[in-house]
């Protein structure tokens, strides 16, 4: 226990044979229980895994019979700690990218009551850019940025870190069989989150990388799915948000934007092609162009702010 408060590791792996041994080995003794969850791994992980828990009780092992992706593992491990009811449930890699030195840091936010959520934040420190992959630094930074739009929880950074605490009232309010199961998980659980109005807090981390894992993320692929999913989220969020639980004048605003920036492209699309064409650009085509682009800009600005502001009693 940790403070009195019981709390449980979840472990998704798959593939993890030569770094899950280490992951279990270097798991702080305040940790009541680690539930492993196997993704259906082609390797020796689960007889790995099987041959330490024969010494070890606290190991509870969840096998896969589908391949469900890193959130579907992920969430049969939050089911366990719900069912069991857990107080404090984290999220630690198979791949032993999360150093257990941090983990009081991300503890003390939720058992302290100031938090329902903390997620570690990689970018906090000035090594990260030299640690973590240009590629998937800079990946990193974009849907970061795109995240805090579609979640609400604007003061929140590094959105796809898997190293997080949830306490008990999220573990039971938020329905687990919804959430994405690959890799936008990180995004889309801060999107449920928010929606039933939960605390979340940034926790600086250490960027751990070349330690022996074997990333299976494709940059160019995910990117494309993430961004997809996040525009499906943040459409879901208004909705859940701010027309089903409650109204908020935030939506007109969205929509206008929308509507205006629309318009934009089919007059600059216009502008161009006249321009092409004839070798002039017509004036007040360019200036209704000029027009739609800075009132699409303001109405989505004003939105975000609107947001922005319906949200900030969440900012812990």
């Known amino acids: 226990m940790y403070k009195n408060k019981t709390v449980c590791v979840v472990i998704p792996c798959y593939d993890e044979e030569n770094q899950i041994e280490k992951v279990i080995t270097t798991m702080p003794e305040y940790v009541d229980h680690m539930v492993i969850v196997d993704d259906l791994s082609n390797d020796g992980t689960v007889g790995?895994?099987?041959k330490i828990q024969g010494n070890n009780k606290k190991i509870v092992l969840i096998e896969h019979g589908v391949n469900q992706g890193v959130g579907g593992a992920i969430v049969s491990g939050y089911k366990w700690a719900r069912d069991n009811k857990i107080q404090m449930a984290v999220v630690m890699a198979g791949d032993g990218q999360m150093n257990p030195d941090d983990l009081p840091a991300l503890l003390e936010p939720v058992v302290n009551g100031t938090a329902d959520y903390s997620k570690g934040n990689r970018l906090f420190t000035g090594e990260a850019f030299k640690k973590i992959p240009t590629i998937r630094y800079l990946g990193n930074g974009?849907?970061?940025?795109?995240?805090?739009?579609?979640?609400?929880?604007?003061?929140?950074?590094?959105?796809?870190?898997?190293?997080?605490?949830i306490n008990k009232k999220a573990l039971e309010l938020?329905?687990?069989?919804?959430?994405y199961k690959r890799y936008g998980q990180p995004n889309?659980?801060?999107v449920r989150l928010n929606v039933e109005n939960l605390r979340v807090t940034d926790v600086p981390v250490e960027p751990v990388y070349n330690i022996g894992e074997k990333s299976g993320i494709r940059i160019h692929k995910v990117m494309f799915t993430i961004g997809w999913l996040l525009v499906k989220l943040f459409l879901w969020r208004?909705?859940?948000?701010?027309?089903?639980?409650?109204?908020?004048?935030?939506?007109?605003?969205?929509?206008?934007?929308?509507g205006f920036g629309i318009c934009t492209v089919i007059l600059f699309a216009r502008v161009f092609f006249i321009w092409y064409l004839t070798g002039h650009i017509p004036a007040i085509n360019a200036l209704a162009a000029m027009f739609s682009f800075m009132s699409a800009s303001q109405f989505s600005l004003f939105a975000m702010w609107f947001d922005m502001?319906?949200?900030?009693?969440?900012?812990?």
């Open 142 to 165: 974009f849907l970061s940025l795109m995240t805090k739009i579609t979640s609400g929880y604007w003061d929140i950074a590094d959105s796809q870190s898997g190293y997080t605490v």
């Open 174 to 179: 938020i329905d687990w069989d919804k959430m």
């Open 48 to 50: 790995k895994i099987k």
């Open 238 to 258: 208004m909705k859940e948000k701010y027309v089903i639980r409650d109204f908020h004048p935030l939506l007109f605003f969205y929509l206008f934007g929308l």
């Open 188 to 190: 889309d659980v801060l």
């Open 309 to 316: 502001e319906a949200n900030k009693h969440l900012k812990v």
